[in-house]
């Protein structure tokens, strides 16, 4: 991955090398094109050929290079913006779409582990968010009511659940 320590440090030197690309030398014709090889544009590429669509996936330096190659590996659901602001922002319609869609992202990501055999050392752990203070955990407390109220399977930890 370029050998940038400062860009990707841990995960380009414990990855695996990405399968090999050449440079764009010729004019491509597809149903779509995809700018960008990290998570969202290969999981668009993917997604569009299992529904029989062509993709081409466009990538300046290399798989995984942007944002996904300095990712910590957690898969989230959700956005730290609360849901009801989601839905007064976007509208029942499609505030309603986006938050099914990040309630069910990380089911999504294992579904697609387990179909292609990912060798990934995935663990579903779930993620932690945490309060430092009062008003943090009074956040974190309403975040997770209303997440449930959307059926979202989150549940509030006590202090020696989230040591342990």
Known sequence: MLNDRRSHGLWERTAPPP?????????L?????????????????LHLAERG???VVIEAAEIG?????RST???NAGLWVMPSAL????GPLYGDRLLNLLR?????????????????????????????DKKGVAEIAERAR?????????????????RA
């Not at 094109?33 to 668009?44: E, H, M, P, R």
């Not at 290079?65 to 190659?69: D, E, L, P, V, Y």
């Not at 997440?147 to 930890?157: E, N």
């Open 146 to 162: 209303q997440w449930q109220a959307l059926g979202a399977p989150v549940h509030i930890l006590d202090a020696g659940e989230t």
């Open 73 to 75: 590996g957690l898969v």
């Open 104 to 132: 069910d992202s990380p089911r999504t990501v294992f579904e697609i582990v387990d179909k292609h055999n990912l060798q990934c050392e995935l663990k579903r752990a779930g993620t932690i968010h945490c309060g430092a």
């Open 87 to 90: 839905k007064e922002t976007l």
């Open 65 to 69: 290079f942007g944002a996904a190659g």
């Open 53 to 55: 669509l062509d993709a």
């Open 29 to 45: 014709v597809a149903d779509v094109a995809i700018v960008g090889a990290g998570y969202t544009g290969l999981s668009t590429a």
């Open 19 to 27: 399968p090999a690309t050449e440079r764009l030398g010729c004019d």
